[in-house]
């Protein structure tokens, strides 16, 4: 099992930035990407951006040149640094894990993001 624990979410206002961290445990071995996903009120829940082991980054076009998202292997973290937020930014945020060896995704539990004057 993998286990993932986002931290850094919160409110700011409109221009403001803030940055996510997702901290990686246990059976991590086989990871072969991270990333984040948003998932808004009423809304369904929707890839942010996601790099892999190989350092491969991919983003959805409406946080191209404001977000980016990075890794600290050593730490087994990734980070999601969020500049020139909008309040269409505003959700729960997840970390996401894919591994070679399951068949499912693992999930963190969320962090709340709210931008807001």
């Known amino acids: 099992q993998v286990q993932l624990v986002e931290s850094g979410g919160g409110l700011v206002q409109p221009g403001g930035s803030l940055r996510l961290s997702c901290a990686a445990s246990g059976s991590i071995f086989g990871i072969y990407a991270m990333g984040w996903y948003r998932q808004a009120p009423g809304k369904q829940r929707e890839l942010v951006a996601s790099i892999t082991s190989a350092g491969s980054t991919n983003y959805r076009n409406a946080v191209k040149g404001r977000f980016t998202i990075s890794r600290d292997n050593a730490k087994n973290t990734v980070y999601l640094q969020m500049n020139s937020l909008e309040p269409e930014d505003t959700a729960v945020y997840y970390c996401?894990?894919?591994?070679?060896?399951?068949?499912?995704?693992?999930w963190g539990q969320g962090t709340q993001v709210t931008i807001s004057s």
């Open positions: 996401n894990a894919k591994s070679q060896r399951t068949p499912y995704d693992y």
